[in-house]
């Protein structure tokens, strides 16, 4: 850890989500604790881009800071916010990139439709998805959205 940083830190608010995705990822037998301790997850007031609600940056000196876009957390539900601590730890701890089993999506125009990448019925097939997914997908989906999450986890 480098002492010019501040020590990193998760904020409460994500806490539980960060804590199940790190029970998933034991289940699985993936060792990302070295990876969380270097985890600064907290909310920023301040725009992340447009369209963005959450981001994920490798610092140079070590810190995986993890950014969520406040105003959007306020008005998202469980399932939403839930899904976002989980894409962007996916980032940060697993290295994954915007992809699903068999490919990437198209990074800022992804086109909703039934095949690669979309469910039977044009639900995203991923988490990784770069737009957030719909509700409704999210609690139709949820087994396999979760079996999913942690694939090719540091490949
Ligand atoms: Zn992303």
Avoid at 94 to 115: E, F, I, K, Q, T
Wanted: charged share 25%; aromatic share 10%.
């Amino acid at each position: 850890m480098n002492p010019f940083e501040a020590k990193p830190k998760i904020e409460d608010e994500f806490l539980a989500y960060t804590f199940e995705y790190m029970s998933m990822a034991n289940r699985r037998g993936l060792k990302l604790s070295d990876e969380l301790a270097r985890t600064d997850m907290r909310m920023s007031q301040e725009s992340l881009g447009k369209n963005t609600i959450g981001i994920c940056r490798w610092s140079p000196l070590g810190t995986l800071k993890v950014r969520i876009y406040g105003p959007w957390w306020n008005g998202a539900g469980e399932e939403q916010r839930r899904t976002l601590v989980f894409h962007e730890l996916n980032h940060c701890l697993c290295m994954r990139s915007h992809n699903h089993r068999g490919g990437d999506y198209a990074h800022d125009a992804p086109v909703y439709d039934v095949g690669k990448g979309y469910l039977g019925d044009m639900c995203p097939a991923s988490i990784m998805h770069p737009i957030m997914i719909p509700t409704q997908c999210l609690r139709t989906h949820q087994e396999h959205y979760d079996e999913e999450a942690l694939e090719s986890c540091r490949d």
